[in-house]
């Protein structure tokens, strides 16, 4: 069970948007719309911004969105704000009913 | 106060075994699946195990397959993790996590620290 492919870094400068790709398989990313993202700051417990592709849990901000195509799953943060600074990670529910994450992708703020 | 609160972590010989808990407040978790996520140190995240909210089904990461077994007693709302045959490549933090839907976990515990170690 390898991981989803994500990028191992992306940047941005404050006010900018970014993107951050998932790609995984038709078992897995492009067969079922169980794809959820999430943030984890340094020493904390990851925490749920997109769940089910596009869908934000009540109290994410709106910069955040998910698209998907494919194969290939998409994070997008617009209006990077320094707090975005963290490790993103994705997932995805795979036709062996497990769940696979992606290797994680550190977003930095310049 | 909604959380959940894992313990049983700790030092283990490889071979060893270890029992994770992860105890909910504010919230009946009966109703929602949950799963074991784990994370080495200075690496990504790697889903473990769920089960139901009954109890009826479990899956497990090939990773760990025939070594754990997950659990849930839902009259004291906690969840649990029997780990057998540790090896070196299991250390790491473990998180319950409680399924939102579709897998997607929307509560997350602190985390409880297993290090495999001689």
């Known amino acids: 069970q390898s991981a989803l492919t994500q990028p191992a870094s992306v940047s941005g400068s404050p006010g900018q948007s970014i993107t951050i790709s998932c790609t995984g398989t038709?078992?897995?990313?492009?067969?079922?719309?169980?794809v959820s993202w999430y943030q984890q700051h340094p020493g904390k417990a990851p925490k749920l911004i997109i769940y089910e592709v596009n869908n934000r849990p009540s109290g994410v901000p709106d910069r955040f969105s998910g698209s998907k195509s494919g194969n290939t799953a998409s994070l997008t943060i617009s209006g990077l704000q320094a707090e975005d600074e963290a490790d993103y990670y994705c997932?995805?529910?795979?036709?062996?009913?497990?769940?696979?994450f992606g290797g994680g992708t550190k977003l930095t703020v310049l | 106060e909604v959380q959940l609160l894992e313990s049983g972590g700790g030092l283990v010989q490889p071979g060893g075994s270890l029992r994770l808990s992860c105890a909910a407040s504010g919230f009946t978790c009966d109703t929602y699946a949950m799963s074991w996520v784990r994370q080495a140190p200075g690496k990504g995240l790697e889903w473990v195990s769920v089960?139901?909210?009954?109890?009826?089904?479990?899956y497990y990461a090939d990773s760990v397959k025939g070594r754990f077994t997950i659990s849930r007693d839902n009259s004291k709302n906690m969840v649990f993790l029997q780990m057998n045959g540790l090896r070196a490549e299991d250390t790491a933090v473990y998180y319950c996590a409680k399924d939102l839907a579709g897998d997607a976990f929307d509560m997350w515990g602190q985390g409880t620290m297993v290090t495999v170690s001689s």
């Open positions: 997932s995805s529910y795979t036709n062996s009913s497990s769940l696979r």
């Open positions: 038709s078992s897995d990313v492009g067969n079922y719309d169980y």
């Open positions: 089960i139901s909210g009954t109890g009826d089904s479990t």
